[in-house]
C-alpha cells in the first residue's frame, strides 16, 4: 500500500542536489537491511519522492543495532517498520512490499540491490536489471564487517556490464564472518553516504563512480 | 628493507618486511593469502592486478569476497 504525508523544506541542499533533478523520480530498494535501511533514509532525506521496498524478512533483536529500525518494532515486517520509520522521517511516498523480489513488476529508474547473498543478486541482475533500458541507474552493494564494495551503473553500458559481472561471484566463494563480525553502525551508515553521493552524482550528472571499495579499518577508499 | 602495509579481513592490518618488488601474486603468496579468497586487491588506493608490481612501503588492500547486506 502507498502512503504520503507532508513533504521537507529542503532549502538547505538546492544548491546541492536540485528539487527539480527528482520530480517523478521512482526508487526501488531490494533489501531493507543493514545497507537497505540506511539508504532509504539517507535518500528520503536527500527530498527522493517516491520509494518501492522489498524485503520479506522481521526485525529480529540482533538487527537493531545495524539497521534502522527501532527497539519497538521487533517482531515486525522489515517493509511495514521502514515505510513508519520514513513516513515520519520524510514524508516521502513509500510502497512496502513484504516479499523477496522475484521480478513482481518491472524494475526502472533508480534500483538499489542490498540484498545479503551473493546468490541472490546474481539472480536478480540476470533475470530483471541486465541491460534493462528502464532502469537509469542500478546499484550493488556489499559488506562484510569493516569492509564495504559499491558498484554503480547504467545496465545498458556493455562496458560496466562486463566489468560488474568480473565482479561477481557464488555465495560458495564468499567469505562468512563469525557471527559476533558479520556489521557494524559505521560501516552500514557509510555505505548509505556512499551510495548517496553515487545517487546524487546520477541525478545532476557528474560522472558516477562505478566501484567504491573501502576498508574502514584501515581507513583506505580506493574509487574507480 | 621497509614495511608494506598489508591490510585484509583475514590476516588483519600488518606490516610486512618487504626487501625489492614484487608482484602482487608472489606478494600474497608470501603473507599466505588464499587467492581463491581474493576478491580484489588495491596498493596505494589504486585497483591492481596479480601481474602489478608492489614496492616496498606500499600499501595493499586485500578485499575477501563479502556478501552481507
Not at chain 1, 546524487?200 to 558516477?208: F, I, M, Y
Not at chain 2, 587467492?35 to 585497483?47: A, D
Amino acid at each position: 500500500m502507498a502512503t504520503h504525508s507532508p513533504t521537507m523544506d529542503l532549502t538547505r541542499q538546492h544548491g546541492i542536489l536540485p528539487q527539480k533533478d527528482m520530480d517523478d523520480l521512482e526508487t526501488t530498494i531490494i533489501g531493507v537491511g543493514g545497507i537497505g535501511s540506511w539508504l532509504a533514509l539517507a535518500l528520503g532525506k536527500m527530498g527522493l519522492p517516491s520509494f518501492r521496498i522489498y524485503d520479506a524478512d522481521i526485525v529480529e533483536a540482533p538487527n537493531i543495532p545495524t539497521q534502522a529500525f527501532r527497539l519497538e518494532d521487533e517482531g515486525k515486517g522489515k517493509v511495514q517498520a521502514m515505510q513508519e520509520i520514513l513516513i515520519a522521517f520524510t514524508g516521502c511516498s513509500i510502497t512496502a512490499i513484504p516479499e523477496h523480489f522475484a521480478g513482481q513488476e518491472r524494475l526502472k529508474g533508480i534500483v538499489i540491490c542490498a540484498v545479503d547473498k551473493m546468490d541472490t543478486r546474481i539472480d536478480i541482475w540476470q533475470k530483471f536489471v541486465r541491460f534493462n533500458p528502464m532502469i537509469s541507474l542500478y546499484v550493488e552493494a556489499r559488506m562484510g564487517a569493516e569492509e564495504l564494495r559499491v558498484y554503480s551503473l547504467k545496465p545498458t553500458d556493455p562496458d560496466l556490464v562486463h566489468r560488474y559481472e568480473g565482479n561477481l561471484y557464488p555465495s560458495s566463494e564468499a567469505f562468512q564472518a563469525p557471527c559476533t563480525e558479520k556489521s557494524i553502525a559505521y560501516t552500514v551508515f557509510t555505505s548509505a553516504g556512499i551510495i548517496s553521493r553515487e545517487v546524487k552524482a546520477h541525478l545532476t550528472g557528474e560522472p558516477v563512480a562505478f566501484e567504491n571499495i573501502l576498508g574502514l579499518k584501515s581507513r583506505v577508499w580506493v574509487v574507480q | 628493507m621497509k614495511n608494506t602495509q598489508l591490510i585484509s579481513i583475514a590476516t588483519r592490518t600488518q606490516p610486512v618486511p618487504q626487501s625489492k618488488p614484487m608482484t602482487v601474486k608472489d606478494f600474497l603468496e608470501m603473507v599466505k593469502v588464499t587467492l581463491s579468497e581474493v576478491e580484489s586487491v588495491s596498493v596505494n588506493c589504486k585497483r591492481v592486478t596479480m601481474e602489478d608490481m608492489i614496492n616496498p612501503g606500499d600499501t595493499v588492500l586485500v578485499m575477501t569476497k563479502i556478501e552481507g547486506g
